[in-house]
Each structure stands twice: as C-alpha cells, then as structure tokens.
C-alpha cells in the first residue's frame, strides 16, 4: 500500500524511467505477467501525464520539441509491446489494444515529421502496393534499422570513452566550481540518442503492425469456422486432419523402406567408375571379381599374346612409360596385407599358447630347488669376477697405462 502511495507521487521522469526499465526486462528475458501489468499500468499513467500536459502539439515539428521531453514519444510504443505480451484466453481484444497504441504513436510521429517518406507512401497505398514494393519496402527498413542501431552503439561508445577522459582529467587536475556543467555538456548528444531510438521503435512498430493484422485475420477466421461448424465439428476436422498427415508419412517411411536397407559397400575402384559412368550396376556386385591387371603398353599387335622373337620384344618396349608400373591392383594389395596381418596374429597366438602351457607344465621351483638355483647363479658370478679382476678393462686410466 506505501509502495502504491509512493509510486503515485512519483514525477513523469521517475515514472516513465521506471517503466522503461520494466519494458527492457520483458525484452530481454522471460515475461512475467505481473511485472508485464505493472509496466502497463506505469505506461498508462505516464500517458495520462503527457496528455495532461500538452507535452506535443500538432502544429509542431520535432524540432520544437525540447530534449527532455522528445523520449517522451515513446510511451504509446512501449505500452503497445508491453500489452501484446500479456497472456489471456481471448487474445482478440489484447491484439487490438496493441494496434491502437502502435496507431496512436505512428500518429504522433508522423506530426512531428518523424516517418520516413517511403512509409508514410506506403501507408497511402494501403494494400494496393504489389510484392515488389513491399519487399523494397522491407529491405528499406531493415537498412534503416540497421542504422538506428549502429548509431546508438557509437553514441554509447562515445559516452564511455568521454566518461574515461573526464575521470581521468578529474584525477589528475582539479576542476573548479562551475566547470562540471561545461564538461558534462552532452543535450546534443542525447538529442541526437533519443531520435535514433525513436527511429529503431519506428521500424519495429511497423513490422508490429503488420505481425498483429496478420494474427487477428487468423484468429478471426477460426473464430468464424467455430461459431460456423461448432467446436466439436472444427476439433473432429482438426483430427482427422493431423490422422491424415501422420498415415501419409507412414505409408511414405514403409515405401521408402526397401531402399534404405544398407548395401553391401563396393570396395573395387574400376567397378565403382564402371558404375558412375553407366557401364555396370550395382546388383552386379556380386559376380564382379577384383582381379585387375595392370596397364599394358606397347604396340596393339603384341598385346596379350606371347612375344616369340627378338623384334617383338623390341618392338613391345617402345612407348613404354617413364615410370615404374603396379604389379597388382589396391584390392589385391590390400587382401594381401590382411593375409599377412591375420598370419602374424595367428603366430603371436601360437607362442603365447606355447609359453603359457610351458610355465604351466614347468610349475613353481622347490625351496631345494630355489636354493641349489641361488648357489649355481653366486658361482657363475664368482667365475666371472675371478676371470674379470676389478679394472681389468680400464688400464689406459692408470699412471703406468
């Protein structure tokens, strides 16, 4: 109730700063529809405020309109897509009452000389324009969306890097009483702030607008099929409908099911040109042997037939390549080199078997065993130093060496 009381006394700029701030987290996040209602009721009071007093008029233009008050034209905007998100059973009324405040603040700004010429022509028009004109229509829009943003961006830029040099000069050399307005002079750039952001909510208004006349028509027609064919009759069409959709689509995967079975891969290369180029189908697979000679280069002649004199081998050798020819094909390499993979893994197998079933038949030593095994391994050792004397095999390191 304090809370109500205190938000009553607030002045206009308080108001619609705290409504503003409530329209960038419905943007930004999830909507919570009570923060949604309180963003409304911020809007509207604010609203009530403007008419009240006769912030704009008619006969001005926006550039009669003071710097404190031109932010102001956005109420109607922010009201417009607060109202859209708030959630109801019949959502006809709340479409309207969006179209109503994106109306009013295109109104507004088409007094003050805010829209652009192409919109205002194509607000003439009306639904006359064909489609060419609609699409220039958007693309112009979206450029000058574009632009509105970027502008902000490097107003917003120009801020920090203006508030970094004043922090800094304040650091360094002290200001004297009366200079702070001087240094903080920045209403031309905030002028210039507020009419780029009035220029962005123009093309998001418009594209608004034109989202909503398209729900309400939607809306509005299966409303009208309803009251029509009554809501048992419009459910019943509805079923059948999506019945008949999912039975398509399974009759359609049943078909298309032969065909997605996975076939056998085709590993010859010559086969599988053989087959892009139309010469073999891939049913031939099967009957197709990976049995490829090499090239053979030499005379028509003496092509696949024996050589039986001096002057036909001569005689094969001429146009032969300058390079090394393959002796087999890459199939045959490759069966080959899993022949030898599959030889040496059987033999590692082979010794592993055989070592294993040696340590088992040789089983663990007796403590004899052990002890007549430890002597025999200190003799061979005293055997060997005695025949190796301790720096035998270093004499050059000695005095005398």
Known sequence: MVEGKMEEELPLPALFEQARQIHSNASESSVDQDNVKKGIELLRRCDGMVSKLGLFSSNETKDDVSTSNIKYLLVPFYLAELTEKVSQDDRIPVIKASQDHLKEFMSICEALELVPEDELE?????????????????????????????????????????????????????????????????????????????????????????????????????????????????????????????????????????????????????????????????????????????????????????????????????????????????????LREMEIMNKWQERNAELMKEATSSWHRDGPRTAEEEEDFEEAKARAWDDWKDDNPRGAGNKKLTPCG
Not at 142 to 156: D, S
Not at 180 to 208: H, M, N, Q, V, Y
Not at 272 to 298: C, M, N, T, W, Y
Request: charge should be neutral; glycine fraction near 4%.
């Open 122 to 334: 194509a607000i003439r028009q009306g639904a006359s324009d064909t489609f060419a004109t609609r699409r220039a229509k958007k693309i112009a829009r979206f450029k000058r969306q574009k632009a509105a943003e970027a502008k902000l961006q490097e107003i917003k830029e120009r801020k920090e890097r203006r508030g970094r040099s004043l922090r800094a000069a304040a650091l360094s050399t002290p200001v004297d009483v009366g200079d702070e307005d001087a240094l903080e002079d920045d209403g031309e750039e905030e002028r210039e702030a507020w009419l780029s952001t009035i220029s962005l909510a123009l093309c998001k208004a418009f594209d608004l607008l034109e989202m909503l006349k398209k729900e309400e028509e939607m809306l509005l027609a299966v409303k009208e099929r309803q009251s029509k064919d009554g809501e048992e009759e419009f459910a019943r069409e509805v079923l059948d409908e999506r019945t008949k959709k999912v039975e398509t689509w399974h009759r359609s995967a049943a078909a298309r099911a032969p065909l997605s079975k996975p076939v056998e891969p085709i590993t010859c290369a010559t086969f599988a040109q053989d087959v892009i180029e139309g010469r073999a189908s891939v049913s031939q697979a099967g009957d197709h042997k990976h049995h490829h000679q090499p090239l053979i280069f030499g005379p028509a002649s003496l092509i696949n037939r024996p050589i039986t004199s001096e002057r036909e081998r001569i005689a094969a050798q001429v146009f032969q390549p300058g390079y090394r020819l393959p002796t087999m094909s890459i199939e045959e390499a490759g």
